[in-house]
């Protein structure tokens, strides 16, 4: 089956650095990917829907310069968390939807931010 | 605004039926269901996007009412390895919300 990367899988950072989150696709291409958030014992949250080659589209109360997504190429896009603080940490979970269909897409296991 | 998801939580032994529900206050553009196994990713299950639609398989299948406001996921002849929490996202207006969840367990 579509196997979807996240990279790292744990980080730990001091509270005002930065952090890139990979996700790759690694046997498929992806027009669209999306970015989630999910804080312990919670519901998933969307963050972002990242598309190729555009900027991407953030849900209502994220903020795009905090949550800088990139998605250069059809396997891979980024998420930095810049600037982090402690009310950052939490599970980064992205998925790829293969080709732009809308019928499945595969998530990759998610990166533990832990920020001190 | 958050679909209303429920159970909040259920308890079967294997081979026992489960249905999950989802529903919302507003017509939706589409119900996405996913399972998601503790300290892991989800895993996507299926979208469904026509009103009265119905769609799966004969184990895990799910249904879209058609008035496009509440969808429910069945569970048919539960496995252990169906334990795990389910979570409906709903999409509408353009915006993504996911119901609380369904922590399910199955035991032997």
């Known amino acids: 089956g579509a196997v979807v990367s996240q990279h790292p899988s744990r980080v730990i950072c001091k509270s005002g650095t930065s952090v890139k989150i990979e996700c790759r696709s690694l046997?498929?291409?992806?027009?669209?990917m999306f970015w989630y958030r999910q804080f312990p014992k919670q519901s998933l949250m969307l963050m972002a829907t990242?598309?190729?080659?555009?900027?991407?589209?953030?849900e209502q109360g994220v903020e795009k310069d905090k949550f800088l997504i990139n998605h250069a190429s059809l396997t891979l896009s980024t998420l930095t968390v810049t600037s982090a603080h402690p009310e950052d940490s939490s599970f980064y979970i992205c998925?790829?939807?293969?080709?732009?269909?809308?019928?499945?897409?595969?998530f990759g296991p998610g990166t533990r931010l832990l920020v001190l | 605004q958050q679909p209303v998801q429920s159970p909040q939580a259920v308890i079967l032994r294997e081979g026992e039926d489960a249905v999950i529900n989802c529903s919302s206050s507003?017509?939706?553009?589409?119900v996405h269901w996913y399972r998601q196994k503790h300290g892991e990713a989800p895993v996507f299950l299926m979208i469904?996007?026509?009103?009265?639609e119905q769609k799966g398989h004969e184990k895990i299948s799910a249904s879209f009412n058609e008035k496009k406001q509440q969808s429910s996921l069945y569970l048919t002849a539960s496995q252990l390895s169906y334990s795990g929490t389910y979570f409906c996202?709903?999409?509408?207006?353009?915006?993504?919300?996911f119901g609380a969840g369904t922590r399910l367990t199955v035991k032997p």
């Open positions: 507003k017509a939706l553009y589409s």
């Open positions: 996202g709903t999409e509408v207006d353009n915006d993504m919300r």
């Open positions: 046997d498929f291409q992806a027009t669209t």
């Open positions: 998925s790829a939807e293969p080709g732009g269909t809308q019928e499945t897409q595969y």
């Open positions: 990242s598309n190729e080659g555009s900027k991407a589209t953030y």
């Open positions: 469904l996007l026509k009103g009265g």
